[in-house]
């Protein structure tokens, strides 16, 4: 099987059956790699369909009767959508190869007939591509962009065109691999270096010391090093969370929701594998996966506790510092997760009630001059800035402490931990450091 049939199965999965796109492709890329076949041909072709599927969409309903082309069956349509995807964006692949290539497919997985249809419309399209898109600014930028158009009247609605555009165009682009060093195996100066001997450049972060990113993502993740616990992949925006929490050694900390456990090993490891992490999350899987991190991390501090967050227990101020790492919408998350802009039908309110009732909960594990940190990987001004103000205005045993006191400023806005994909080049991610005072 090559990586075009292989991504039409993924790809299928994914939209038909609602699959997980990262599992498949982990499970998936192991057999292509055995058979020789570009496994980052197959990582890019499937992302990306995924990612643009309005724009292809869009663009092959307007080379072939809109009214039949909507009715057409998706095992179908997904065959157009990867040959078009290669046509825009994989230059590496001719036009005429990506057709041939899909048509063949099209013989292979249905008939004659439907090969001949795959030809026309891509034909269609070849002898002009220039499509028209709709007036209306946030519908233009769905279609063109590929978001759900009621996301993106949103997104304009808090921030604006211009900065939507932006935003959207980010979560486009094929995001680098972000890694963070393992400061209780080694130290950022002597990872630079032993990469370095192997002709691989991994750039140092702006925004923490311990963080770096790089372009040779299969190069550095097929590094013995990170079997052997020299660094972890973590996104840059997640790591300054657990910097606006600032874990002291032989502290006791409190980690809910914790799995699968990027922000969990990153305290430890600022801790030095000293006093304790409770790390408590219900999903036994997601555990295993913290587990087996802590393992090839050697970090020997990190109590795991496999069990509802909302029933952990005794409550009582017993921890130096909580982490609530929020269940959220995952906006800012869009680049590396390419299924999640299409899930936008979530129950918000539902989740707003879920992250009060943690902000509440977590409140209460919290020593007198102790901290809470509340995360986000969105930035929904519902779930962030408003769920802090309302958590305030009801709890007046905590205030908010600034955050550019722990982390650098420009990664701040009104004290609170606040990256912007697009101006930051990470993950959009919110943060506000809680102190109780009485």
């Given at each position: 099987m090559n990586f075009r049939q292989e991504a039409y199965s993924t790809i299928l999965k994914v939209l038909k059956d609602g699959d997980f796109s990262d599992a498949l492709l982990q499970q998936r890329a192991k057999k292509l790699k055995s058979t020789g076949e570009d496994v980052g041909l197959y990582y890019n072709l499937v992302k990306g369909v995924i990612k643009q599927r309005l724009k292809l969409d869009y663009i092959l309903s307007n080379f072939t009767d809109a009214k039949k082309f909507t009715a057409t069956d998706l095992k179908i349509k997904i065959?157009?959508?990867?040959?078009?995807?290669?046509?825009?964006?994989?230059?590496?692949?001719?036009?005429?190869?990506?057709?041939?290539?899909?048509?063949?497919l099209a013989k292979t997985l249905f008939n004659p007939q439907i090969a001949d249809f795959v030809n026309a419309v891509l034909r269609n399209y070849l002898r002009n591509p220039e499509v028209q898109y709709p007036s209306e600014p946030y519908l233009r930028i769905a279609y063109e962009h590929s978001f759900p158009p009621e996301l993106i009247k949103q997104w304009i609605a808090f921030w604006g065109e211009e900065d939507t555009e932006y935003l959207a165009l980010y979560f486009n682009e094929n995001p680098e691999l972000h890694i963070r060093v393992n400061s209780t195996a080694t130290s950022p100066e002597k990872l630079v270096t032993y990469f370095q001997k192997r002709d691989i450049t991994i750039t140092p972060s702006t925004a923490s010391k311990m963080m770096f990113h790089t372009t040779k993502a299969m190069e550095v993740l097929d590094d013995v090093a990170f079997s052997e616990g020299y660094f972890s992949v973590q996104d840059t925006s997640a790591a300054l969370v657990v910097e606006l929490l600032a874990p002291k050694q032989e502290e006791s900390v409190l980690d809910l929701f914790s799995a699968p456990g990027g922000k969990c090993t990153y305290i430890s490891e600022l801790m030095a594998n000293t006093g304790e992490v409770i790390a408590v999350d219900k999903i036994p899987n997601k555990m295993k996966l913290l587990k087996q991190a802590a393992d090839r991390l050697q970090l020997t501090?990190?109590?795991?506790?496999?069990?509802d967050a909302f029933k952990y227990g005794p409550v009582a101020p017993a921890f130096d510092r909580v982490l609530v790492d929020a269940p959220c919408?995952?906006?800012?998350?869009?680049?590396?997760?390419?299924?999640?802009r299409w899930q936008v039908h979530q129950n918000i309110p539902e989740l707003l009630k879920i992250q009060e009732k943690a902000l509440d909960y977590a409140s209460n594990f919290v020593k007198i001059g102790g901290f809470m940190v509340y995360s986000t990987c969105t930035m929904n001004p519902q779930e962030n800035e408003e769920q802090i103000v309302s958590f305030l205005a009801r709890n007046k045993r905590f205030e908010l402490v600034d955050a550019s006191q722990t982390i650098p400023a420009q990664y701040t806005d009104n004290g609170y931990l606040k990256t912007v994909p697009f101006r930051h080049h990470m993950d959009g991610a919110f943060g506000a450091k809680l102190q109780r005072i009485k």
């Amino acid at each position: 099987m090559n990586f075009r049939q292989e991504a039409y199965s993924t790809i299928l999965k994914v939209l038909k059956d609602g699959d997980f796109s990262d599992a498949l492709l982990q499970q998936r890329a192991k057999k292509l790699k055995s058979t020789g076949e570009d496994v980052g041909l197959y990582y890019n072709l499937v992302k990306g369909v995924i990612k643009q599927r309005l724009k292809l969409d869009y663009i092959l309903s307007n080379f072939t009767d809109a009214k039949k082309f909507t009715a057409t069956d998706l095992k179908i349509k997904i065959i157009l959508y990867t040959a078009l995807y290669q046509i825009l964006y994989l230059t590496s692949i001719p036009e005429h190869a990506a057709v041939y290539e899909s048509v063949e497919l099209a013989k292979t997985l249905f008939n004659p007939q439907i090969a001949d249809f795959v030809n026309a419309v891509l034909r269609n399209y070849l002898r002009n591509p220039e499509v028209q898109y709709p007036s209306e600014p946030y519908l233009r930028i769905a279609y063109e962009h590929s978001f759900p158009p009621e996301l993106i009247k949103q997104w304009i609605a808090f921030w604006g065109e211009e900065d939507t555009e932006y935003l959207a165009l980010y979560f486009n682009e094929n995001p680098e691999l972000h890694i963070r060093v393992n400061s209780t195996a080694t130290s950022p100066e002597k990872l630079v270096t032993y990469f370095q001997k192997r002709d691989i450049t991994i750039t140092p972060s702006t925004a923490s010391k311990m963080m770096f990113h790089t372009t040779k993502a299969m190069e550095v993740l097929d590094d013995v090093a990170f079997s052997e616990g020299y660094f972890s992949v973590q996104d840059t925006s997640a790591a300054l969370v657990v910097e606006l929490l600032a874990p002291k050694q032989e502290e006791s900390v409190l980690d809910l929701f914790s799995a699968p456990g990027g922000k969990c090993t990153y305290i430890s490891e600022l801790m030095a594998n000293t006093g304790e992490v409770i790390a408590v999350d219900k999903i036994p899987n997601k555990m295993k996966l913290l587990k087996q991190a802590a393992d090839r991390l050697q970090l020997t501090n990190i109590n795991l506790v496999v069990n509802d967050a909302f029933k952990y227990g005794p409550v009582a101020p017993a921890f130096d510092r909580v982490l609530v790492d929020a269940p959220c919408s995952g906006w800012g998350v869009f680049s590396r997760k390419a299924d999640l802009r299409w899930q936008v039908h979530q129950n918000i309110p539902e989740l707003l009630k879920i992250q009060e009732k943690a902000l509440d909960y977590a409140s209460n594990f919290v020593k007198i001059g102790g901290f809470m940190v509340y995360s986000t990987c969105t930035m929904n001004p519902q779930e962030n800035e408003e769920q802090i103000v309302s958590f305030l205005a009801r709890n007046k045993r905590f205030e908010l402490v600034d955050a550019s006191q722990t982390i650098p400023a420009q990664y701040t806005d009104n004290g609170y931990l606040k990256t912007v994909p697009f101006r930051h080049h990470m993950d959009g991610a919110f943060g506000a450091k809680l102190q109780r005072i009485k």
